[in-house]
């Protein structure tokens, strides 16, 4: 050991260690750097939120195991930890006591961030939400100290107009549709794709891109090619001279379109093109190899000599498809060898396009198709043959005559090398020079298209993406069981977008629309943003059908109640077995049925049935099988069908085919099996649909899109047949959803109330109605859209989303919806709407008006109870003077608040509803930091005054009591009240309320110590953790000193 410095014995000699003062930092320094936490002052608020939470799970570890207060406390503690992600499970109490300032940290956004690959380091995930680049929901979160909670995980996203979300995207080796992006090939369709009014819209909308593509051709063919394909009947457009020109000038024009309007350049955005036989003429146009007319004149030579190759053989000629086995794509060639080498002199059979690993298309004579169709099916080679209604047999020796002609006519035309390599169809090789392509055209009409073979060309050239110019989706479907449904996208953005502004034009002249005045939101950054509300303008005029969701109200109320949701405990199910959940799912059955009688009745032919009918009948453990009830359920159905009603459902919000954990996706999967079951087992139709959401975004919306069109895919089709997707108020919008239902033809659900709270981009709802019910309508199956309002003074998105009691509104539908009002009265905001706008006839014995206080609080329906009290005492007192009601009026409410003051279940009840706000103003601030101006001004004296007020109300009325046991006066119980809210407002100044949630929970331990050590076996209100450290410390505190010291002192 080396001997002390001389400054070093200076520094020693002045410390004093029997007076040394311990720092203990080290753990605080370790969590500020790991969680980069750019402010000291959040660790100590994280420390002393966990200190509070660990002392009260001790004082409640203290309480006797016995009580159910103590189970009820725990189990509220837990759940609420648990969904701030604080805790991992629900089970253990204890671990509660193990919380930690880094479970905390843990939820902060940059550190969710990282979790979903959305950032390398911590630091750089501070940086973009501090730049604005991050949303959770439909908010831009600017604060790195906002706590996600654990249903908010997975809203976790991208603002839309993010541009370093590509480069995340790369670095989480993840592709994006931008059109800068390489490794792409574009695909061009052949015959097979028209229909009749295919491009109409891209003429009406870009008259200097797409209407000069169709003219040109028009001018070309010296004949209105434009007005056959818009308006021309779909038989003659079918015919070869006609087909092939009308697909090749409409698949141009959707290029001519994108690239003159959004600038897009084909030689920097695809490494390949490729066309399907027809579609290869289109593809050298595209790449400025050949000109649109010759293509058009070309083309249309094509047709008329395919025609006249074997007219002399009209009904001798065939062409068949070929559903092959992948293992025996090589082999079938050898077979079809060996098949013509035995057919007889004159009949022919050849290969003709080889699509892909999984079909083959055969064509030559007709004897010859058919005999080889049945040799090959006997032989195993393929699984079924389909016949092809077409005009000849193309790509066989059949058309050598075809050849002949486009071998003279070819030689005419001028032909460039091309600016992207042009697969051909022959070779499955790009063209080597110019001087290759008119050989290989004139090949092509006879020999063998290798679109397979091409397609694996592009994978050997790492291609990873395809892009589908032109009408239907005949390539798309090719492409589906070769690739991820990611990688192929039909039409891409800009043509849609065109369609969409087309179909405004014809909405406009069809209707008229008007919107609410603007309102002003505020989100929890303090941004004040401008929503708009959709409102029809004459809503007398609407002609769909109104419904309800699940429950009635007055049914629910009578006795015995009448619903369709009872259900039991896990444990009861499983103890008591199977019997006992299928008794359950008949008692629900037959009130089904009563309900549709009812709604029959009040003129209700529309409605959402309930997800529990059958009780756990999905669960692993206590699952069963509903044939039980098959006769139950077809007598519902027979009835819905003798009534015209629609019946619909809605499998619950944990129903997600994009989830990361295949379990979710394998519970998802069944509980839609048993939906469609259900109503299938009812003999329902198409119009009775299961609506489900998308679900979580999980920090990469375009790759979750991706998992559900994979899941999709593999459903069942009695699922597939009543599956359809809803837009949601935080992850997907209508703009997200809509280009996945129109892929997939999933019809939307259009909600307008998520809309107005996430619009995503649509900037004109209205112009895309017609868009959305086409996709219901091409299915067969009636419009449905869900509509519903905000509560009065609703501002925060929390407040927004919560459901009003009734609506007043009514959205700019078309006629042929059917609208589901989703609202907390169910059916009573449909008889009001009825009222209101002179609908349908109202039974005045079934309606409830609704007179009471709506506020952004959630919980219970006081405007009903007071509707009923107001209707009881018309009823009963009609002849009295308004006076006189008025008065009558008043000892009712006098009535009714003796009852609260002398029950204690009531009292209690009533208190945690008051304090239930004030805790999720506790879960707020852990939420986020930066408001706590405004979480101050909702726990400020003048906002609590009402609680303050019947409280006071309560002592009153209880003085008055002991006085005289009479019915006080009103005039007594008012003089009372207002004497007790002064002298509650003067002890509100000399006791201010609580600054910060932190001291309202430290301050509350020392209130729950003391009952904890004195309780013992009394029982305590049954309220929830967070009413008990909240109402002691603002509204009762007052009153219990009262209650202990006769004389009041403050």
């Not at 949601?728 to 809309?755: A, F, M, N, R, T």
Request: net charge positive.
């Amino acid at each position: 050991m080396r001997q002390l410095k001389h400054h070093e014995q200076k520094l020693l000699k002045k410390v004093d260690f029997l007076q040394w003062k311990k720092e203990d930092s080290l753990r605080e320094i370790k969590v500020v750097r790991k969680y980069f936490l750019q402010q000291r002052e959040d660790y100590h608020k994280y420390n002393k939120l966990v200190g509070n939470i660990i002392s009260l799970a001790n004082k409640i570890s203290l309480l006797d195991n016995r009580d159910p207060f103590r189970a009820q406390q725990e189990k509220a503690l837990l759940e609420k930890l648990y969904n701030m992600g604080i805790v991992n499970a629900t089970t253990k109490f204890s671990d509660c006591r193990k919380v930690t300032v880094s479970a905390f940290c843990r939820r902060r956004l940059p550190i969710v961030m990282c979790r979903l690959k959305m950032a390398e380091t911590v630091k750089e995930a501070v940086t973009f939400v501090e730049q604005g680049h991050i949303r959770v929901g439909p908010q831009t979160v600017t604060d790195p100290a906002f706590l996600v909670t654990r249903t908010m995980e997975d809203y976790v996203t991208w603002v839309d107009t993010s541009k370093i979300k590509r480069k995340i995207m790369k670095y989480n080796d993840k592709s994006t549709a931008g059109i800068e992006r390489a490794h792409r090939a574009i695909l061009f369709p052949g015959q097979g794709s028209q229909y009749v009014g295919m491009g109409k819209d891209l003429y009406n909308l870009y008259p200097r891109s797409a209407k000069l593509v169709f003219d040109e051709a028009d001018e070309a063919l010296k004949y209105g090619l434009s007005a056959l394909i818009f308006e021309g009947k779909q038989e003659k457009l079918k015919l070869t001279e006609n087909a092939q020109p009308a697909i090749l000038t409409t698949s141009l024009a959707m290029l001519s379109v994108l690239e003159i309007e959004f600038g897009f350049d084909i030689a920097k955005a695809c490494n390949q093109v490729l066309g399907h036989s027809l579609g290869e003429y289109t593809a050298l146009v595209a790449t400025k190899s050949m000109s649109l007319t010759d293509a058009v004149q070309l083309v249309r030579l094509r047709g008329e000599a395919m025609t006249r190759a074997v007219a002399d053989k009209q009904g001798n000629t065939a062409m068949s498809a070929l559903v092959v086995r992948k293992d025996k794509l090589i082999e079938l060639e050898k077979a079809l060898e060996e098949i013509q080498t035995e057919l007889p002199p004159g009949e022919l059979v050849q290969v003709a396009n080889i699509n892909s690993s999984f079909q083959v298309v055969i064509s030559g004579t007709t004897k010859g198709v058919d005999q080889a169709s049945r040799t090959l099916q006997q032989r195993r080679f393929a699984a079924r043959a389909v016949d092809l209604p077409v005009s000849a047999p193309f790509h066989c020796p059949l058309m050598r005559p075809a050849a002949d002609v486009m071998e003279e006519a070819i030689k005419k035309v001028e032909i460039k090398k091309p600016c992207v390599d042009v697969v051909s169809n022959v070779t499955a090789k790009p063209y080597a020079n110019a001087e290759e392509i008119p050989q290989l055209l004139v090949q092509q009409i006879m020999a063998t298209v290798q679109w397979e073979r091409s397609i694996n060309y592009c994978k050997g050239q790492d291609v990873d993406e395809f892009l589908c110019f032109g009408p239907g989706k005949v390539l798309a479907n090719l492409l589906k069981k070769e690739y991820p449904l990611d990688k192929i996208t039909i039409n891409i953005t800009p043509v849609k977008t065109a369609t969409a502004v087309n179909l405004k034009l014809s909405m406009i002249l069809k209707q008229e629309i008007t919107t609410v005045t603007t309102e002003v939101q505020t989100t929890t950054q303090n941004r004040a943003v401008d929503v708009s509300r959709y409102v029809h303008k004459n809503p007398r005029e609407f002609k769909g059908r109104l419904g309800y969701a699940c429950l009635n109200t007055v049914l629910r109320k009578e006795k015995p109640s009448v619903f369709c949701s009872r259900t039991c405990r896990l444990s009861n199910a499983l103890s008591k077995g199977v019997e006992y959940l299928q008794e359950l799912s008949l008692q629900n059955i037959a009130d089904l049925k009563k309900l549709i009688q009812w709604n029959e009745e009040n003129n209700i032919k529309f409605m959402r049935i309930s997800s529990d009918i059958f009780p756990f009948a999905t669960h692993e453990k206590a699952g069963y099988d509903i044939d039980f009830a098959k006769d139950a359920l077809a007598e519902i159905g027979a009835l819905a069908r003798k009534y015209n009603h629609r019946l619909t459902t809605h499998p619950g919000q944990f129903n997600q085919l994009v989830s990361l954990t295949p379990k979710v996706i394998v519970n998802t999967i069944r509980e839609l099996k048993h939906h469609a079951k259900m109503m299938d087992l009812m003999g329902l139709d198409k119009d009775s649909i299961m609506i489900i959401h998308m679900g979580g975004v999980y920090g990469d919306k375009e790759a979750a899109i991706a998992r559900f069109e994979q899941e999709y895919v593999n459903l069942p089709e009695n699922v597939k047949r009543r599956l359809v997707l809803e837009n949601d108020e935080l992850g997907y919008s209508v703009s997200d959803l809509l280009p996945v239902c129109q892929k997939l033809s999933i019809p939307l659900v259009l909600d307008w109330h998520h809309h107005y709270i996430n619009p995503g981009t649509v900037t004109d709802l209205v112009s895309l109605l017609p868009t959305i019910n086409k996709i219901w309508t091409d299915k067969g199956i009636k419009p449905k859209q869900h509509y519903s309002e905000s509560r009065r003074g609703a501002k925060t998105i929390m407040e927004l989303r919560a459901h009003s009691d009734r609506v007043k509104n009514l959205p700019p539908t078309t006629d042929d919806v059917d609208l589901m009002i989703e609202a907390k009265d169910k059916e009573q905001a449909v008889l009001e709407l009825y009222k209101l706008y002179d609908l349908q006839p109202v039974n005045e014995e079934s309606y409830i008006p609704s007179k009471g206080i709506e506020t952004t609080q959630t919980k219970g329906r006081k405007s009903n109870k007071k509707a009923v009290a107001d209707k009881k005492l018309k009823e009963e007192d009609g002849d009295l003077s308004e006076e006189e009601q008025e008065a009558a009026q008043d000892e009712i409410e006098v009535e009714q608040s003796k009852i609260i003051a002398e029950s204690s279940a009531t009292r209690r009840s009533r208190r945690s509803i008051k304090t239930e706000l004030i805790m999720n103003d506790v879960e707020d601030k852990s939420m986020t930091k930066k408001t706590p101006k405004r979480k101050r001004k909702q726990l400020a004296p003048a906002d609590v005054e009402p609680a303050v007020t019947e409280e006071a109300s309560d002592i009153a009325i209880n003085k008055s009591q002991k006085k005289n046991r009479k019915q006080p006066s009103p005039k007594i119980i008012e003089e009372e009240v207002n004497d007790e809210k002064k002298k509650t407002s003067k002890r509100n100044r000399k006791n201010p309320l609580p600054k910060n949630t932190e001291t309202i929970v430290d301050e509350a331990m020392n209130e729950i110590a003391k009952k904890a050590s004195k309780r013992k076996h009394k029982q305590m209100p049954t309220d929830d953790i967070a009413s008990e450290l909240v109402i002691e410390e603002i509204s009762n505190e007052p009153q219990k000193k009262k209650k202990k010291n006769k004389t009041k002192k403050d």
